[in-house]
């Protein structure tokens, strides 16, 4: 069972998020409404996916994307405001989604889902903007991808996520996952989507 955390700090929202999350089969393992709470919730349950509030009391929540990211959880940002400057920052900083606190509890609990698979959920209209931020990072001289990873990040070029690359390569789900890991490594990516940007400006895309 996927376990998450719930970073909100507007209790009416809270709930409706959490027992929608419930009904879905997801575990909200704990609930937070600030940023020093969510941290030390994030480092105690370890859990799969910290579905984080950008904006809390204490601070911004993406701040912490980071920290969240080295506990091992994927992150997945609420927002009000939703610019392509936003998602880029979250992208940056090794986030694995980001959507509309308008958006419907079942394309929430979907995203969760997708997230916590290893995919990730940005707006498509979010994209460019997301993509031309990314690509002013260094490059990758000297890696060297096998032709399974290449085959890997062209799946992952196509919006696949590690479920659909296991079907389309005819691979474990955990073989899967461990080649999009050894792409993100080789290609010093934090994401799926910083992957495939540095591989669009390397020319490793056709």
């Known amino acids: ?15 409706a998020i959490g027992q929608a999350l419930e009904r879905a089969g997801i575990d909200v393992i704990a609930r937070a409404s600030t940023v020093a ?21 204490d601070g911004d929540g993406t701040a912490l994307i980071g920290r969240f990211v080295e506990a091992g959880a994927k992150v997945l940002v609420l927002t009000g405001e939703a610019t ?24 929430l609990v979907e995203a969760v889902r997708k997230v916590a698979a290893g995919e990730v959920v940005f707006d ?16 990758i001289a000297g890696s060297t991808l096998t032709a399974r ?12 996520g590690p479920e659909q690359i296991s079907t389309r390569l005819g691979v474990a789900r955990n073989t ?9 490594d080789k290609l ?14 390397e020319g490793l895309l056709d």
């Open 37 to 57: 709470a969510a941290l030390a919730e994030a480092e105690c349950g370890r859990p799969d996916v910290v579905l984080l509030d950008r904006r809390l009391p």
């Open 84 to 107: 392509a400057s936003v998602a880029a920052r979250v992208a940056e900083a090794g986030g694995s989604g980001l959507m509309l606190k308008s958006a419907r509890l079942d394309d």
């Open 149 to 160: 990873e290449r085959e890997t990040l062209s799946l992952l070029a196509d919006g696949a």
């Open 188 to 201: 010093g990516a934090r994401s799926q989507l910083e992957a495939v940007s540095i591989a669009r400006r």
């Open 176 to 184: 899967a996952r461990n080649h999009v890991q050894h792409v993100l």
């Open 1 to 15: 069972m996927t376990r998450v955390v719930l970073v909100e700090d507007h209790d009416m929202v809270a709930e």
């Open 124 to 139: 498509p209209r979010l994209l460019a903007g997301v993509l031309d931020r990314l690509t002013g990072r260094v490059g």
